[in-house]
């Protein structure tokens, strides 16, 4: 199976699913890596392990719209039978997110359905909880809601700042991707009326 990686940032998940492919614990190719910034470091990351990159800036489009057909066009080249959001920090159009139906995950670093958004590791602290981390979901047409594929969990530590619940979040991010990656490579995961099945059965 084929997969197109969309970057905004340092792409250290990006850098994760790479290795996997690499050693075989993912079942498939990133076949490109598409950023909304020019100097995305994971741009690099994609040209050091000879895959195929684009930048698309949305800077040169009036509005979201217009930029996510854009955006559908340069993946869609690619023909993907899966499109990853490693650090993609944009907000998607209903058009966008509908033409990906059951073909696109996120990862964000909350136990979702808490702390949808940003800053959710300064939220979570301020919230005084005691456990924080991540989940990796299907996208849907509502930010950080389609349906929880895996999630792992992290505890909070009264010495933890935003910076160090992060770097925890971080090394679980680099865990979980590559595995739901790869249930998705091998057939073993899809998306059906609004719920996440794995081998047919409810997430
Ligand atoms: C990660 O924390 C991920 O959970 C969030 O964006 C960050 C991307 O980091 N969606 P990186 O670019 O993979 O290093």
């Known amino acids: 199976p084929s997969i197109v990686v969309l970057i905004s940032g340092s792409g250290t998940n990006l850098q994760a699913i790479i290795d996997a492919c690499q050693s075989g614990d993912i079942d498939g190719n990133i076949v490109a890596v598409v950023s909304n910034k020019a100097d995305a470091y994971g741009l690099t990351r994609a040209d050091n392990a000879n895959i195929p990159s684009a930048c698309l800036s949305h800077k040169n489009f009036e509005t979201r719209e217009l930029y996510d057909q854009a955006l559908i066009k340069v993946i869609d080249e690619y023909q993907p039978d899966l499109v990853v959001l490693a650090g993609f920090m944009r907000i998607l159009t209903a058009e966008f997110v509908q033409h990906y139906t059951g073909k696109m995950i996120n990862i964000h670093p909350s136990l979702l359905p808490k702390y949808q958004g940003l800053n959710t590791h300064q939220r979570a602290i301020d919230a005084k909880d005691t456990e924080h981390g991540v989940s990796v979901h299907f996208v849907t047409e509502e930010l ?54 794995l081998d047919g059965k409810s997430l």
């Open 144 to 197: 950080d809601g389609g349906p929880v594929i895996l999630q792992a969990k992290v505890s909070i530590d009264a010495q933890d700042d935003a910076d160090s619940l992060a770097q925890k979040v971080h090394k679980q991010e680099y865990i979980i991707y590559p595995k739901v990656i790869n249930w998705f490579c091998q057939g073993r995961l899809l998306m059906a009326n609004g719920a996440a099945l």
